[in-house]
């Protein structure tokens, strides 16, 4: 009998145990529980403060912070000539065009010792796109951040001084009839800077421009003239960072960006200057002045265009093979866009295309279509620079500017993988790395670029 009450109450001290055990494990998992959903709290409620959110997306760039020691390095190297003032001409194209055309421009005036007149860009008619002459001319705040321009120069380069506009200069300046054209009789990308520089004191002296005496000299544009790689990488990065597009216009991309995060349940960083594992950017390059240019038209030996079909094959493609199933489609043709939707919800498995037109209000959307084309795609410039992976086509100086840029951001990051090796293992692939992949072949940029580009 005391056996068994033994038995008993060792079964009853057992089964008290494993109760106990149980509720203690119990509460520590609502605990946890709790604890887990108390961080998602947090960090939706931080991703719900929309203001902030934005703010700091406006803080954070691909490439940070601004230097300006290694352009005032070079300017305090540079002979500096306080008549001298060069006015870039001829100007002309989208985004990436015109961004290259500026940064040449601006690193010819800084070896040349010379000020500058802003720079303008031609306007292209919007109802005929492939006349990028047609719409007359606008300043260089249509694109770009004009003061932070000036702040910038100032600090980095205060021996060039900046003006407006030739008429700012007074009537006391001769205005050169002749233009200069820094490509010849050989381009900067080919020539030593002491070669060059000679070269443009001996066409300047040939004009009778001394810097005795006040002179304007209209200089030709160029796209990718220059060496870039012949220089520091710490100035190629700073100089390619004067230029930033105008804040009214990064302003809706912080707020796409805000509204993907948040209509498609990702945890998107404000702060991340490369959103990791978040969405594919893809830059869908068909609107009616590739069509015109022939960019789509078949390969030949040299250059291989891409059709509607072969880009959008290779960027969901690619999407799928970095496990992204949302792409962000850069496209100025809305038609082509809605199609390609359309397709990558057929695709399997099925992808979500988005354009900056599906992450803005009506209001917002209004407001951006009231902007020139060209301005609009610079909202797709500063989502694009950011995305988890890049895609592009070679035609395209647009995809190229994004994709040197985040190869530069890689090259900070030790993350070195040569882009140009690509042609090599694939023909139809002109640039590759771990963040950018352009499809197709352009023997143009393929030999400028890798020289001449600027971050």
């Given amino acids: 009998m005391w056996a068994k009450a033994a038995k008993s109450s060792a079964q009853a001290k057992i089964a008290t145990l494993v109760l106990t055990l149980v509720l203690l494990y119990y509460a520590s998992d609502k605990l ?17 403060n929309r203001t902030e959110w934005q703010r700091e997306w406006l803080n954070t760039d691909l490439l940070q912070p601004f230097d300006p020691v290694p ?30 055309e500026f940064l040449d421009f601006l690193f010819f005036a800084i070896e040349s010792g010379a000020s500058i007149v802003l720079p303008q860009m031609a306007v292209r008619r919007e109802d005929n796109l492939f006349d990028v002459w047609g719409a007359g001319h606008a300043n260089f705040s249509n694109m770009f951040d004009d003061f932070w321009f000036h702040e910038a120069m100032s600090e980095a380069c205060p021996q060039m001084k900046l003006y407006s506009s030739v008429e700012e200069l007074g ?12 490509r010849f009789p050989r381009s900067r990308k080919d020539s030593s800077e002491g070669a060059w520089i000679q070269q443009t004191k001996a066409w300047l002296a040939d004009h ?17 003239e220059t060496n870039t790689r012949g220089e520091r990488p710490a100035f190629r990065r700073a100089l390619g960072m004067l230029l930033r597009v105008r804040p009214d216009v990064r302003r809706y991309a912080a707020i796409a960006m805000f509204n993907m995060a948040m209509t ?8 991340d200057r490369i959103h990791r594992q978040a969405f594919y950017g893809a830059h869908l390059r068909t609107e009616a002045d590739t069509i015109s240019a022939g960019w789509l038209a078949p390969p030949s030996d040299l250059e291989f265009g891409l059709n509607f079909t072969a880009q959008t094959t290779f960027y969901m493609e690619a999407a799928v093979a970095h496990g992204l199933s949302i792409i962000f489609a850069a496209s100025g043709n809305a038609s ?27 209001t917002e959307a209004e407001a951006l279509r009231a902007m020139h084309w060209d301005r609009q795609a610079l909202v797709d410039l500063e989502i694009l620079r950011r995305c988890s992976v890049f895609g592009g086509m070679a035609k395209s100086s647009f995809a190229f500017l994004i994709a040197v840029a985040r190869t530069t ?3 900070e990051h030790s993350m070195i993988q040569d882009p140009w090796f690509a042609p090599h293992r694939n023909t139809m692939v002109a640039f590759e790395n771990k963040l950018s992949k352009i499809w197709g072949r352009n023997q143009l940029n393929e030999e400028r670029v890798p020289k001449g580009a600027w971050p």
């Fill in 71 to 100: 352009i005032r390095a070079k300017c305090n190297k540079t002979e500096w000539f306080s008549n001298l003032v060069f006015d870039l001409a001829g100007a002309n194209g989208g985004v990436g065009n015109i961004r290259a």
């Fill in 171 to 182: 009537h006391s300046w001769r205005k050169e009839e002749q233009m200069y054209d820094p």
């Fill in 409 to 411: 951001y890689m090259e």
């Fill in 32 to 48: 946890h529980t709790r604890s887990n959903e108390s961080h998602r709290f947090e960090t939706s409620t931080r991703l719900l």
């Fill in 264 to 271: 498609e349940a990702m945890d998107l960083s404000p702060t």
């Fill in 208 to 224: 009778h421009i001394t810097g005795d005496a006040p002179a304007v000299v209209k200089i030709e544009h160029t796209m990718w």
């Fill in 336 to 362: 082509e866009v809605e199609h390609f939707k359309q397709i990558a919800a057929a695709n399997r498995p099925p992808l979500i295309v988005l354009s900056k037109w599906d992450l803005l209000s009506k």
